[in-house]
């Protein structure tokens, strides 16, 4: 398979995975300001720092305001990690690399992009965002079972897989991130009569809520659903699930030995990890979470030297990369 194939695959997957869990991310809050009383508001400017937006949404926006936020990351065309922009990239990845995966994947991509457009010209007021995250949600989760049920097992199948588990991996703690101190008001004193309810969310919102109960079969409470989320090896959203499907894909790729190093060395640090201290310190918790994004950096940094075109004029993907530095990589490299 050629490099620039690859690579576009990759990047197709990985956006498609982001617009799903953005609407993840966005659901969460929603709901937990929702669930939680109006004396402890969580504000919605925490979202934007966790997507690594800053910059740009100040440049567009003076108030981190609900409809200014949820614009932003829904349906603003002119910022490259809004919904709608994620999967406008993946429709033009896949339209470059379409002849290699069957034309019902290219339709459902380019369906899933015209439907969301049109429901973000519409507005995505308070009313309607609720049944607009679930049809992004579905729509992506159908576009999956299409890949995985039409895509014969292959290279094209390998490097759509590597996208899809290592955002995954990353959006996921971004959204188990929605618990850490860089959302959640500082008095542990206020949050404790809601802290099971918090940690309910964050499952409700990986869809893990009810897997969650069978196999742990304990009341909602906030180590055992960070060691579900974080360590359990069958949960498909968990982070070592994710990395460990990561690390069988690349067995079926040649040149995989230092990737498949990397993987291991992040899957380690998610295994070992002291759950109860994690925890029952939000600010340790974001700690940690900080240092697994820059590991899933490293992972894609390996996977690009090793399976990709290497070209110099693209912004590279450093250690402390956030969304929108690694957004500029497929869009650069459609034009190959």
């Not at 030297?305 to 450093?318: C, G, I």
Request: with cysteine; charged share 25%; proline share 5%.
């Amino acid at each position: 398979m050629l490099s620039r194939v690859a690579e576009n695959l990759y990047w197709m997957a990985r956006y498609i995975e982001r617009a799903e869990d953005t609407a993840r991310l966005l659901s969460v809050n929603s709901h937990l300001m929702l669930d939680l009383p109006g004396r402890l508001p969580l504000g919605w400017a925490p979202l934007i720092e966790m997507t690594g937006s800053l910059e740009a949404f100040t440049a567009r926006h003076d108030d981190f305001d609900e409809r200014n936020v949820v614009h932003f990351l829904c349906a603003d065309s002119d910022n490259d990690i809004s919904i709608i922009s994620a999967l406008a990239s993946a429709r033009e990845n896949l339209r470059t690399t379409r002849d290699v995966v069957p034309r019902e994947i290219w339709e459902e991509v380019n369906q899933l992009y015209l439907s969301v457009a049109d429901h973000a010209e519409n507005g995505v007021s308070p009313r309607r965002r609720d049944s607009f995250l679930k049809s992004v949600i579905r729509g992506c989760q159908a576009l999956t079972g299409l890949i995985e049920g039409t895509l014969s097992h292959g290279p094209a199948r390998n490097f759509i897989e590597l996208g899809r588990q290592l955002e995954r991996a990353d959006m996921t703690t971004r959204i188990v991130d929605v618990r850490s101190a860089s959302l959640l008001p500082q008095n542990p004193e206020e949050l404790l009569p809601f802290e099971n309810l918090q940690w309910m969310s964050v499952l409700k919102s990986l869809t893990a809520y009810q897997m969650y109960r069978q196999q742990v079969r304990l009341r909602v409470r906030g180590p055992d659903v960070l060691r579900f989320l974080l360590q359990d090896p069958n949960l498909p959203r968990s982070i070592a699930c994710s990395l460990e499907t990561l690390g069988h894909e690349l067995t079926l790729l040649p040149r995989q030995d230092r990737p498949a190093a990397t993987v291991s060395l992040v899957r380690a640090d998610v295994v070992d990890a002291d759950i109860q201290a994690l925890a029952h310190s939000p600010s340790k918790l974001h700690a940690f979470i900080d240092e697994l994004q820059i590991g899933f950096a490293a992972i894609h940094d390996t996977l690009s030297a090793t399976y990709f075109v290497n070209d110099e004029s693209v912004p590279r993907v450093t250690q402390t990369q956030s969304q929108s530095q690694s957004q500029s990589h497929a869009g650069d490299n459609d034009n190959d």
